[in-house]
């Protein structure tokens, strides 16, 4: 909140143009403040056949200036298809699988404004999308359907086949919005650490991501993966919080399980003994609810390269259920409808190879005049599906609120 | 040298980190065997890993042709998988156990461990061991103090060792002293 605040206060008519126009730009989350890319000279559309040569071109760059990076998102099913994890007969819209911008102007929102730019003039024309909500939210499983998908599930955690699954339940309506706006009222409420937003000329991502999947410096890479999630009431606070978690038989077998499932992760990439649990156990507090977390890093070993390490960590073991492969087919032999953007990760990668990823969740995608939200909750043997149901409500509720 | 033989687990690349300190490791997919190396191995350790034994055919083949040759350990699914090919029938339990925190005993049956020695132990496992079991050289050398389940046996004759539970977990208290004895058993 006093992010928000930092940068309300530092009125600038270039931002106020740059808002107001339909320039494609993206804002992400940062320690003390945002950044914003825009400018964009490349803009790269991902599939099956050229995400390898995306990735192995970059480590032929040279990183000489903070603009040398490319910052986008990777789709769920394009991080399927890197596992050779297939999916079959699933409803799709059309939207793209992956799509990452060379940035040329890069703005630093913190104590004060700085704008960074390879170009001499930057343009703007004026273009304005107001939001318009021209048909309300519906979900798009009904507590029957989910039922059947969860209790299917539980019997295959019980045959060991899987020992975590989270299923994805989806609101849609249709709406245009627009996007800064959406994602500024957002940042009032809820300024996550993994924020971010994307403005292009036909679609917009809206988000305010907690979790953090990869964040690499040079060989050390860290990920803080989140299980756990409890719902806030007046009697709580953060200390009250993290008693609930220890004392909770199934919050804690759920985080052990992805604490020993990111170890694993990491160890694929990683120099043996350098994987560690950097801090154990700890509580994050947002908006409506409190969130369980880890810290993990690890060094790099030697021969890594960008392939391996988003193929290892993607998608984010916390948002899809334990063992990764196995539980991946499970789910996309149940899910009636592409995943989309939710559960791939946004970030961006310099051309040093250094980077940052989160996993898209609580987020709004606005393509084609419809803006989903999704949001998925565990199966583990001790949970309830009337239970789990409403906890993605209460995941995608600070996102259906900006609606209102 | 020791290979590790995955099951597509999601808790394998901890297992060969923690083998790592002891020997050089070679790790890859069931389907996917490097056969020179694999017989040019000194130790094969079979990981933990979805569904049931009777779902990896190709590993029980790899049980069997090295039998008595080598030394082989199983971890989690590795472990009901030996038990399986020893005439053991694997089945669900009524509890299930997944990022669970146990004590488990060693009994008079070991020889590598100190009988009535209790550890904390990371358990992931919705099958285990249908008892009673009988084996000529294959003894159950550790249980769980609750349920009684059977979480380790030894068969010194032919240097076969299993755990149900997961040395490589954080929720195993000291899990290399495990591996540590296993490997430098005689």
């Known amino acids: 909140m006093i992010d928000y605040k930092k940068h309300k206060s530092n009125f600038s008519p270039y931002l106020e143009k740059l808002y107001q126009s339909d320039k494609p730009m993206i804002i992400y989350k940062f320690i003390d403040g945002y950044k914003i890319f825009t400018d964009f000279s490349k803009r790269i559309v991902l599939n099956k056949s050229n995400i390898e040569n995306f990735l192995n071109n970059i480590s032929k760059k040279k990183f000489k200036r903070e603009q040398d990076l490319y910052v986008g998102f990777f789709g769920y099913e394009i991080l399927c298809n890197l596992l050779n994890v297939r999916i079959k007969n699933q409803k799709k819209n059309g939207f793209y699988k992956g799509l990452f911008y060379k940035p040329e102007t890069i703005i630093t929102l913190s104590k004060k404004i700085k704008i960074s730019s390879t170009l001499k003039k930057q343009g703007f024309n004026n273009h304005f999308n107001q939001t318009k909500i021209l048909k309300p939210f519906k979900i798009n499983i009904d507590f029957k359907k989910y039922k059947k998908i969860f209790d299917l599930f539980s019997k295959k955690i019980r045959a060991g086949e899987t020992y975590q699954i989270k299923i994805c339940t989806k609101y849609k309506n249709k709406s245009e919005i627009d996007p800064v706006s959406f994602f500024w009222r957002l940042m009032k409420v809820n300024s996550a650490p993994e924020s971010f937003m994307i403005r292009d000329k036909n679609y917009s991502i809206v988000s305010c991501s907690p979790e953090t999947l990869i964040e690499k410096k040079r060989l050390k890479v860290t990920t803080k993966p989140i299980a756990g999630t409890l719902k806030k009431n007046q009697r709580l606070n953060k200390s009250k919080a993290l008693r609930f978690f220890k004392n909770n038989d199934k919050e804690t077998k759920e985080h052990n399980m992805i604490v020993d499932m990111e170890r694993n992760d990491l160890s694929k990439i990683c120099k043996p003994g350098s994987v560690i649990i950097k801090k154990k156990k700890y509580v994050e507090e947002y908006r409506h609810l409190y969130h369980y977390v880890s810290t993990i890093e690890g060094k790099l070993k030697n021969n890594i390269n960008l392939k391996d390490i988003i193929k290892s960590m993607m998608p984010g073991g916390s948002v899809i259920g334990c063992p990764k492969i196995r539980t991946l087919q499970l789910l996309n032999s149940q899910e009636k409808e592409g995943r989309n953007i939710f559960t791939g990760s946004f970030g961006f990668i310099k051309f040093n190879m250094d980077m940052r990823f989160n996993i898209i969740i609580r987020s709004i995608l606005n393509y084609k005049n419809v803006s989903e939200i999704s949001a998925a909750s565990g199966v583990v043997l001790d949970s309830s599906s009337k239970k789990e149901f409403s906890e993605n409500y209460i995941k995608a509720k600070s996102l259906l609120e900006l609606f209102k | ?186």
């Open chain 2, 1 to 186: 040298m020791i290979y590790i033989i995955d099951h597509q687990d999601s808790f394998t690349w901890n297992v060969v980190h923690q083998f790592s300190q002891f020997d050089k490791v070679h790790c890859s997919d069931y389907f996917d065997i490097n056969k020179k190396l694999l017989n040019k191995s000194d130790v094969i350790v079979f990981s933990p890993g979805p569904g049931s034994p009777k779902d990896y055919p190709e590993t029980s083949k790899i049980y069997k042709k090295y039998k008595g040759k080598k030394k082989m350990i199983g971890i989690c699914l590795g472990f009901q998988l030996i038990l399986y090919n020893e005439g053991g029938k694997i089945r669900q339990q009524n509890k299930i156990y997944h990022g669970y925190q146990s004590k488990i005993k060693v009994n008079g049956k070991s020889k590598i461990f100190k009988k009535n020695k209790v550890f904390n132990i990371g358990r992931y496992h919705s099958l285990k061991l249908n008892e009673p079991y009988f084996s000529k050289n294959l003894n159950i050398t550790m249980r769980c103090t609750k349920t009684n389940t059977a979480m380790a046996f030894e068969d010194n004759l032919n240097k076969i060792y299993g755990f149900q539970f997961h040395p490589d977990s954080f929720l195993t208290e000291n899990g290399n002293f495990f591996i540590k004895k296993i490997l430098s058993s005689k």
